[in-house]
């Protein structure tokens, strides 16, 4: 018996877009969390927010659970991200 293995990745990476601007200090910083809704990320989040408090002086933490795990975030979601300094966007089973 013959065994024929193929690679699916690709030759090439696609370009690459820009990154965005890395934070000097989470001091003092406002962190928005985005969950897929699975029961996996509660206890993640709520253990790093305290973390991110007690560690690195984080001023707030926002939680916000997308609609539909496997979607894009909802537009209400995506909109309230530009008044956050740092995004954390995480996925549990």
Known sequence: MTFRVLDPTPGTAPP????????????????????????????????LEQILKDDYGVAEVVFRTKSNYSAP???????EIKTWDAVVSGLGD
């Open 16 to 47: 690459v877009g820009q990154l965005a601007p890395r934070l000097d200090t989470l001091k003092g910083k406002k962190v928005g969390f985005i969950s897929n809704g699975k029961e996996g990320t509660k206890g993640f989040f709520r253990h």
């Open 73 to 79: 975030a909802d537009p209400h979601i995506a909109d």
